[in-house]
């Protein structure tokens, strides 16, 4: 068993710059400071070598702690953090990854990601997306890459007028755009838009923040496959080609969704394809599900 999920925890891909990402990840949105250290360590430990945490988390000093004494070598660690969506200045942000390093207590992270165009409070709220803000947070994203203090830099929750921008007055196209990417909410078309620059999608909320759990047509799909609904789920993002970040502090559940070495047949896939949006329950307050601030 341990062989078939460290297969799936081992796989990595190129990103446009470069440097090899691990495609799957640990999410650690909601996981306390005080928690997580031990749930980096668990799943590490379980063969986890990419760990997604944001500014906005605060949780970044436990996951550094965890990271660093984990049982195994810093290199071998994918660290992705990301600058807090209202950080649209270069000083600011150019600050902020200094803080990030310290509180996390390591040399370098290895990808920094913008965490949003607009600032949280703006968000299903303004037209305005910060199309300088965005370009003075990345000069400074792309000058602590020149400076060895990140290896890479994405953004999230761009779209493709938000990546444009990007890509037509800066030097550097984005390495990743994490977006949500679940069986009910597939962002197709930005799906295709970034294989044409080679930019990798980063699936968050695989499990559609537990939205999917209970929903039949899901439900009845896993009981086909004989698998759990979060490994259908995680399954689904993974066929797409997409990197996944599920997220649990519970290390039964680190295993079981790492556990995803079966094939959705395409017919099945066109099925999930077509499923409807998801309800999200007392999550749809999150700006990242339609609500607002
Ligand atoms: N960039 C962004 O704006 C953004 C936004 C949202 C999320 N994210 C990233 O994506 C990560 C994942 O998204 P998410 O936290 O929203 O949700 P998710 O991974 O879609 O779902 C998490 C929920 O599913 C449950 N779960 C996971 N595995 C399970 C299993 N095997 N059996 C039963 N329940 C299971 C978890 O419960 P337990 O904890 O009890 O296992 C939790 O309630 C985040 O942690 C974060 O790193 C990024």
Known sequence: MKGRIRMILDETITLNSGVAIPKFALGTWLVDDNK?????????????????????????RGVGEG??????????????????????DY??????????????????????????????????QSDNR????????????????????????????FNESDLENIIKNSETVPAVDQVLAHIGHTPFNLLSFARNYNI????????????????????KMAQKYNVSVPQLCIRYDWQLGMIVLPKTANPQHMK??????????EEDMDELRRVKPLDYGDADVFPV???KM
């Not at 360590?41 to 500014?55: C, E, L, M, P, S």
């Not at 660290?79 to 807090?84: E, H, L, Q, R």
């Open 256 to 265: 079981e969704n790492a556990e995803i070495d079966f094939e959705i047949s």
């Open 130 to 157: 910060y199309l300088e803000g965005n370009l003075a947070a990345w000069r400074a994203m792309e000058d602590a890459v020149s400076e060895g203090k990140i290896r890479t830099i994405g953004v999230s929750n």
């Open 200 to 219: 990798a999608i980063e699936a968050y909320s695989p499990v559609a923040h537990g939205a999917a759990l209970d929903n039949p047509v899901i439900t």
């Open 36 to 60: 997580v250290t031990e749930a980096v360590r668990n799943a590490i430990k379980i063969g986890y070598r990419h760990i997604d945490t944001a500014q906005a988390y605060g949780n970044e």
């Open 67 to 88: 990271v660093r004494t984990a049982d195994i070598d810093r290199d071998q660690i994918f660290v992705t953090s990301k600058i807090a969506a209202e950080h649209k």
């Open 289 to 291: 599900y339609g609500g």
């Open 91 to 124: 000083d600011v942000t150019k600050k902020s990854i200094d803080e990030t390093l310290r509180k996390m207590g390591l040399n370098y992270i290895d990808m920094m990601i913008i965490h949003s165009p607009q600032p949280w409070k703006e968000v299903n």
